[in-house]
């Protein structure tokens, strides 16, 4: 089959020329033992970066023919970037990974040789993440078990490495939401998948761009567009709260006319005022939250735009 490997690139300049010699080495070798075609090209996309990610890429296709860059007009985001990687790509299958190779390259065949044997989706789900720190593997692995307990369809320890065949990415075109969570959207496609484990390695070049606020951005992002439990749990803490304030009533009519510790008015106003009120301003927010999803979802903006395209298909 004809494969492609699809990189998004955002200021990977330190790295990108490694993480090509790596690819590049698994390719020759898949074409030599006749599981792939030696057509097969290695997709870079630069998601607006500002260093020298662009001339780098545009030099390497001009070296070797299987090479492809393609350019976005601006920094659309990671899941934006990878849209645009699996869209403009012509291929039997296609692979998607970060540049920095933190998923291990060996995972490239063993998704090779579980779509030869009829998936269509291989799922690349990390065995380790020694690599991380103690915070964001304990944050990461939450963050998989929440969306599981919330109902969502979603792989455990998978993040964006995965194998498309060339009709599960015909069908993720019909998908139009602008709020992306791959993760989420492809189980809904179906098919026949599996999972293949690797080690999550650590980066050797260059700094990671996921900061501390992209990750939790991206989380949340992942709850609100794949489950409508933070509504529902608006309605529960009502509930809590109104079987709360029964309890109170009674509480206070107790002090009032048993003992003699009651200061008249303070606890049945003041608390209730503040407690109440949080819940008010919380409860706004999460639908605020929904309501702007919709809003941005009813623009229909392009999820991204190709200012520039070169090497294969350019």
């Known amino acids: 089959m004809k494969l492609a490997i699809v990189l998004p690139c955002y200021n990977e300049e330190a790295i990108l020329e490694d993480s090509f010699r790596s690819l590049n080495g698994v390719f020759s070798r898949l074409v030599a033992q006749g599981k792939i075609d030696e057509e097969s090209l290695i997709c870079f996309v630069d998601d607006g970066s500002k260093d020298g990610t662009w001339p780098i890429i545009e030099r390497l296709s001009k070296e070797y023919e299987r090479v492809v860059g393609i350019k976005l007009s601006r920094n659309y985001g990671h899941q934006n970037a990878l849209l645009a990687g699996l869209f403009n790509v012509d291929a039997d299958a296609v692979i998607t990974m970060d540049a920095d ?19 269509k989706i291989v799922y690349g789900v990390k065995r380790t993440r020694e690599a991380d720190s103690a915070f964001k593997k304990v944050t990461a692995q939450g963050f998989y078990r929440l969306m599981e307990w919330m ?4 792989v455990y320890n998978h993040a964006d490495c995965r194998l498309l065949d060339r009709e599960v990415i015909g069908y993720l ?14 189980p809904l496609i179906g098919f026949p998948s599996t999972t293949v484990e690797y080690d999550l390695r650590e980066r050797k070049k260059g700094d990671s761009k ?8 991206f989380a949340w992002n992942g709850i609100t567009s794949f489950s409508i439990f933070p509504l529902r ?14 309890v109170l009533t009674v ?17 049945s106003t003041v608390l209730p005022i ?3 009120g949080g819940i008010q301003v919380l409860s706004l927010g999460i639908i605020g939250e929904y309501i702007g999803k919709i809003y941005l979802e009813t623009k229909a903006r392009p999820r991204f735009i190709v200012e520039k395209k070169v090497g294969q298909d350019g």
């Open 101 to 119: 190779l933190q998923d291990d390259t060996d995972a490239i065949e063993k998704m090779v040789d579980a779509h030869a044997q009829g998936n």
């Open 151 to 154: 109902g969502v369809d979603i």
């Open 173 to 186: 075109k019909e998908f139009q939401e602008v709020n992306l969570f791959l993760r989420g959207i492809v």
């Open 210 to 217: 996921y900061s501390l606020r992209k990750m939790f951005s």
């Open 233 to 246: 749990l608006i309605s529960y803490t009502g509930f809590i709260i109104f079987a709360g304030s029964l």
């Open 251 to 267: 509480w206070a009519f107790w002090v009032k006319y048993f003992t003699n510790d009651a200061i008249p008015g303070w606890a």
């Open 274 to 276: 503040y407690f109440i």
